[in-house]
């Protein structure tokens, strides 16, 4: 099983960034998908969460409006869209996968920075 995150990097203020998280190794369309992250001296939150038919979405109450979670389970790939970053954005984003009964995988992280 595999969580390949990628997209991080460098944004100033108000910028845009595109995460995207390859899957393998286990059925993807099967599992609800999510992001989550987790700045210096944070707990983990969650971002966005989305179906595994890709019907239903949630976010948090910070990242609403601004952000956007995807998915192709041709692809099996889900991304998260984000727009208008603000600095308490800085974080390592990380994709999970859960399949609500037994089975959850976490990525290994993409470090997003928002800077000037």
């Known amino acids: 099983v595999q969580l390949v995150e990628s997209g991080g990097g460098l944004v100033q203020p108000g910028g845009s960034l595109r995460l995207s998280c390859a899957a393998s190794g286990f059925i993807f369309s099967a599992y609800d998908m999510s992001w989550y992250r987790q700045a210096p001296g944070k707990e983990r939150e969650l971002v966005a969460r989305i179906t595994s038919s890709g019907v239903s979405t949630n976010y948090a109450d910070s990242v609403k409006g601004r952000f956007t979670i995807s998915r192709s389970n041709a692809k099996n790939t889900v991304y998260l869209q984000m727009s208008s970053l603000k600095f308490e954005d800085t974080a390592v984003y990380y994709c999970?996968?859960?399949?609500?009964?037994?089975?959850?995988?976490w990525g290994q992280g993409t470090q997003v920075t928002v800077s000037p």
């Open positions: 999970y996968a859960n399949n609500g009964i037994l089975n959850a995988y």
